[in-house]
């Protein structure tokens, strides 16, 4: 940590921390004064100082290729960039800097490019010229991020939860404005040496997270039923599900599930005569007597609604003073009453909140009865509480868009410690941090193109796991709901069930819920890799080809990982430079041009494969967890030299996260006009599933192992002429214009398997 003088103003200083290569944490005061936010304080945001080769010289300190410099005129300076930048600091609206209140100035260049803010508007991904206020409020704001980054090789993300401003060179020509009535100025600069946007959100993981692993069952397909439903339609719909051949892997109760209607206390039960319980049961009540055990029996996840209005505060501070308790740091925390200002005497007004309980314990006996996914809905979330003082010290205005990563952060932790597994947690409020707990959607915002528009601004801010309310009356709706990073269809006072739908639409349920089954292998390695580097899933066109700024302005065409071209809502599809192939009818685009789309029948827009990409298939499966595959498929389509990582793991533990995972590597590579080098490497790594014992519980899924090595059908889009294996031609077919054989399990075990396609 360094500390710089202002020449201009004395008594300010600057505080720059370097915390890794090409982070750097930045602080100013006016008087030496500190102030810890609530992102810092509630380990949110995780800053994990590594060693660099930083080093102070005057008043510059020096990382690298970068600089930053504070100024004869306070103005901080940073050279290294792929263009100058220079950031000003004053206090709120002019007035002396008092740690109350800041204006932080960044200078632009006339054609730089920027992004991100989360799901604050809905007009572009381009957020120049537009002015933003970071404050979480019902439908028209639910996931701000205070979080940009230009494609000048910048990003900075605000440590803050006060409501601030962020003017995007709407008032102030090529320059960018953030206020904020309270708090200091603290941020994040992430300088990557690449100047990539994919980097910059690789160097944000490293302090807000990067995005949470779902189990595997949330990547499947998840109706949301009708709140009026009862355990026995709950039931008769899953098993319609079945019976219409609708891959389907977790169904939601929403609101009614309850005794009482929108229940925030802490003593929530199911409504007894819509879904009984006997009572007779033992606490872990999921037995064969209840309908938790019919759904399972199927093969379904269950999901409960939640809202609450719990003061999650009490259970930060005590965590907080855990960790500074280790630190050897000394802390002491006074639980004070809740304001009710208009009153003469401080009162307690929280009839909810148990101070000595976190919110998670009065869960438990849910996730006893088999729940394994909890949707958040934004209810008093989004209120503000301008009389409360919450955990007894801090007034709503500094907590209110903190609250709602604090309640995923309390719900996600709390079902891992109880369980030893992931939740499926999907709220609709958003701020910074909240990807490392949480999935979200788009809130009661539907299933149109707005929706799409947050989608891919979520993933320019680094958070990936994103949907919307799939709309279901349209095969519009349906081709982009199946074709985001989770998928979700609302039921809720609709009853938008597939079998009572027209023909046409129960048939594109059916086929695009077979697909997604079918790229589970793609999409969860897709994941993997966001959970890994903050890629996200559905990428906006900048963040894969930067060069073109005509894109900015692109948003209903959408990257779906590395290799798969979406475009949904519009017929005028952007296709990229490269070529491009048609996933449902085979044919063959050049890129480079936005072409007029026909879509085909039973589809709701394109899906597009570009040209040098190898990814993994498997077979439909009515569920996720149904088996696990003899093979997957490698779906070949040559055009360059191209690599793709399977990921494997349990589905529903943490155990990746220490190495307990598979991956093989698969690569196209000496691509030529006469073929190319098909290799497949060995896999690395393993895991082991779990079986039920004595101190399982009654919900406690018995989770299936990696067991043998997986063997692999090839399929090479536009046949080949030979393939050989060590120079010894094997037999192939020919299947639909794909050249097909098959890598059996033993020969893939053997070691890296090198084929020769000759086209």
Not at 554 to 579: H, I, R
Request: net charge negative; hydrophobic share 35%; proline share 5%.
């Amino acid at each position: 940590m360094f500390t710089l003088k202002d020449q201009k103003h004395p008594k300010r200083e600057y505080e720059i921390t370097c915390v890794d290569e090409g982070i750097f944490h930045i602080r100013v005061s006016a008087d030496g004064t500190y102030l810890q936010t609530l992102l810092s304080r509630y380990n949110i945001l995780k800053e994990k100082q590594a060693d660099t080769d930083a080093a102070l010289s005057e008043n510059t300190v020096s990382q690298g290729r970068f600089s930053l410099t504070v100024e004869a005129d306070g103005a901080l300076q940073v050279a290294g960039t792929r263009a100058p930048l220079a950031l000003h600091f004053d206090g709120y609206e002019g007035k002396p800097y008092c740690n109350k209140g800041f204006t932080l100035q960044i200078d632009l260049q006339k054609d730089e490019r920027l992004y991100g803010l989360g799901d604050e508007s809905r007009k572009s991904i381009s957020r120049r010229d537009s002015v933003s206020r970071l404050d979480i409020r019902n439908i028209a704001s639910y996931g701000p991020i205070p979080y940009i980054m230009s494609m000048n090789g910048w990003g900075m993300l605000l440590n803050c939860t006060y409501a601030s401003i962020f003017d995007m060179d709407q008032t102030h020509p090529d320059q960018v404005t953030i206020t904020a009535h309270k708090g200091m100025i603290d941020f994040y600069l992430f300088l990557p040496a690449s100047g990539a946007l994919r980097d910059i959100l690789a160097l944000h993981g490293k302090i807000a997270g990067n995005p949470v692993m779902l189990p595997k069952f949330a990547y499947g397909y998840t109706f949301v039923l009708n709140e009026q439903t009862n355990a026995r339609e709950m039931l008769y719909d899953c098993l319609n599900f079945r019976r219409e051949d609708i891959s389907c892997d977790m169904v939601g109760l929403e609101p009614q599930w309850m005794s009482r209607h929108y229940d925030a206390s802490v003593d929530k039960k199911f409504d007894e005569d819509r879904f009984y319980i006997p009572g007779w049961l033992p606490e872990n009540q999921s037995g064969p007597e209840t309908f938790f055990y019919s759904l399972r029996q199927m093969g379904f996840r269950l999901s409960l609604w939640l809202c609450q209005n719990y003061d999650l505060l009490f259970e930060e501070e005590r965590q907080c003073g855990e960790r500074m308790k280790k630190e050897g740091k000394e802390y002491t925390f006074e639980g004070a009453s809740i304001l009710d200002e208009h009153l003469a005497c401080p009162m307690y007004m929280d009839g909810l909140t148990v101070r000595d309980q976190p919110w998670f314990e009065h869960l438990k006996k849910f996730c006893d009865n088999g729940a394994e996914a909890f949707k958040l809905d934004g209810a008093f979330q989004v209120n503000d509480h301008p009389d409360r003082l919450w955990g007894g010290k801090y007034f709503d205005d500094e907590v209110h868009n903190v609250y709602p990563v604090l309640y995923v952060k309390q719900m996600q932790e709390g079902y891992a410690d109880y369980t030893g597994r992931r939740a499926m947690i999907y709220t609709p409020c958003v701020y910074a941090g909240t990807q490392q707990y949480a999935a979200s959607w788009a809130g009661d915002t539907g299933g149109g193109f707005d929706t799409v528009v947050a989608m891919l601004n979520y993933g320019l801010s680094g958070h990936s796991n994103v949907t919307c309310d799939m709309d279901i009356t349209s095969l519009e709706g349906i081709h982009y709901g199946f074709l985001s990073p989770w998928t979700q269809q609302l039921g809720w006072r609709t009853w938008n069930l597939p079998w009572f739908m027209r023909q046409e639409v129960l048939e594109a349920v059916r086929y695009y819920s077979h697909l997604r089954s079918e790229l589970f292998p793609y999409i969860y390695s897709m994941a993997h890799l966001a959970a890994k580097t903050s890629m996200p899933l559905a990428r906006a066109l900048p963040l894969m080809y930067p060069d073109n700024p005509d894109y900015d302005q692109v948003a209903n065409t959408y990257m779906f990982g590395d290799s798969l071209l979406v475009s949904v809502f519009d017929m005028n599809v952007t296709l990229p430079e490269g070529q491009w192939i048609d996933f449902f009818t085979g044919d063959v685009y050049e890129g480079g041009q936005v072409i007029r789309y026909q879509i085909p029948k039973g589809r709701g827009g394109a899906l597009m494969v570009k040209a040098g990409s190898v990814f993994c298939t498997m077979p439909y499966q009515k569920y996720l967890h149904e088996s696990v595959p003899e093979a997957y498929a490698i779906q070949v389509y040559p055009g360059g030299d191209a690599s793709f990582t399977l990921c494997e793991d349990d589905g529903y533990t943490y155990d990746y996260r220490e190495g307990k995972m598979a991956t093989t590597v698969i690569a196209m590579e000496n691509s030529s006009e006469n073929g190319f080098d098909l290799v497949i490497s060995p896999r690395e790594g393993s895991f082991s599933g779990r079986e039920k014992n004595e101190s399982s519980k009654p919900s406690d899924p018995a989770i299936p192992g990696m067991g043998e090595v997986t063997g692999f059908t090839v399929r090479i889009f536009g046949g080949a002429d030979e393939v050989t294996l060590d120079g010894k031609a094997i037999p192939a077919r020919r299947e639909n214009g794909f050249c097909v054989f098959d890598v059996p399990k033993e020969l893939h075990a053997a070691g890296r398997l090198v084929y020769h396609i000759a086209r």
